[in-house]
C-alpha cells in the first residue's frame, strides 16, 4: 500500500510566523503534490513536484514556497503565515504514467 | 461556472440503498477520472480510476463515465454506514497534471 504521511494533523500558528509542513511518501514516486481543501472549494492545487528540486506553481502559489530536496519528501512553506491560509492542507503522490494521486492524512492549520 | 460541479448534499439514504453521485464537467480535454472518498478529518481515499467513457466496477461500486454528456456517476450498492463521507470527483486531462475536484458530496448512510 502506498503510505503518504504528514508531520502534524493539527498545528496553530501565529500570524506572521514561518510554517513548514512536511510530507513524505515511501513509493518512490516522483509526482507530489499541496493542496488546501477549504468548504465549498474543494481541492486547489498550490505547487506540485515532478522530480527532486523541480516544482511547478499550481493554482493559488501566491504566499507559498516549496522544497524538494529528496525524492520522498515534499515540504510547503508559508513564508508570513495570514489568517486567510487557515485550512486544510493536503499532500498527494503519484507513480509515474498513471493518473491517480494518493493523499495524506491531512494538516488543519489555524493561523490566528 | 466551476469546471467540475458536484451536488454538495448532504444526501442521507436507508442502509442497503443504491446510491447514486454525480459531477458533471466543462473541459472535453478530461480523459482521466477518479472517485475518492473522504472520511471527517481524514485525507481523501482513492476508491474509482477510470480512463476515457465507459463503466468500471470494483466489488459495490460502480464508477460510469459518459464523455459526450461531460457526465460522471459513482453508484454504490447495498449500501452500509461505514460508506458514510464525503465523495469527491475527480478528472485530469493529462497524467499526474492538473487535476480537478469537485466540491464533495456529503453522505450519510442510516443503520
Known amino acids: 500500500d502506498v503510505k503518504v504521511t504528514q508531520s502534524s494533523r493539527y498545528l496553530v500558528k501565529r500570524t506572521g510566523e514561518k510554517v513548514f509542513l512536511e510530507c513524505v511518501q515511501d513509493?518512490?514516486?516522483?509526482?507530489m503534490f499541496w493542496y488546501r481543501q477549504d468548504p465549498g472549494l474543494g481541492l486547489r492545487l498550490i505547487y506540485f513536484?515532478?522530480?527532486?528540486?523541480?516544482?511547478e506553481k499550481g493554482d493559488i502559489p501566491e504566499g507559498y514556497s516549496v522544497s524538494r530536496e529528496k525524492k520522498e519528501r515534499f515540504s510547503l512553506i508559508l513564508e508570513s503565515a495570514s489568517t486567510n491560509q487557515t485550512s486544510m492542507y493536503l499532500c498527494?503522490?503519484?507513480?509515474?504514467?498513471?493518473?491517480?494521486?494518493?493523499f495524506g492524512p491531512g494538516t488543519r492549520l489555524t493561523v490566528t | 461556472q466551476k469546471e467540475v460541479e458536484q451536488d454538495p448534499g448532504p444526501l442521507s439514504v436507508p442502509e442497503g440503498a443504491i446510491v447514486s453521485l454525480n459531477c458533471t464537467y466543462s473541459n472535453s480535454a478530461f480523459q482521466y477520472f477518479m472517485w475518492y472518498r473522504q472520511y471527517s478529518r481524514k485525507g481523501p481515499e482513492l476508491l474509482m480510476y477510470t480512463y476515457s467513457s465507459g463503466n468500471k466496477e470494483d466489488g459495490r461500486f460502480t464508477a460510469q463515465v459518459d464523455k459526450s454528456s461531460k457526465y460522471i456517476s459513482l453508484f454504490i450498492r447495498d449500501s452500509q454506514p461505514s460508506d458514510s463521507a464525503t465523495y469527491l470527483c475527480a478528472m485530469s486531462p493529462r497524467l499526474n497534471n492538473d487535476m480537478r475536484f469537485g466540491a464533495g458530496t456529503r453522505l450519510t448512510v442510516k443503520p
Open positions: 513509493m518512490d514516486h516522483e509526482n
Open positions: 498527494a503522490s503519484s507513480p509515474p504514467g498513471r493518473g491517480e494521486q494518493y
Open positions: 513536484s515532478y522530480d527532486v528540486k523541480m516544482k
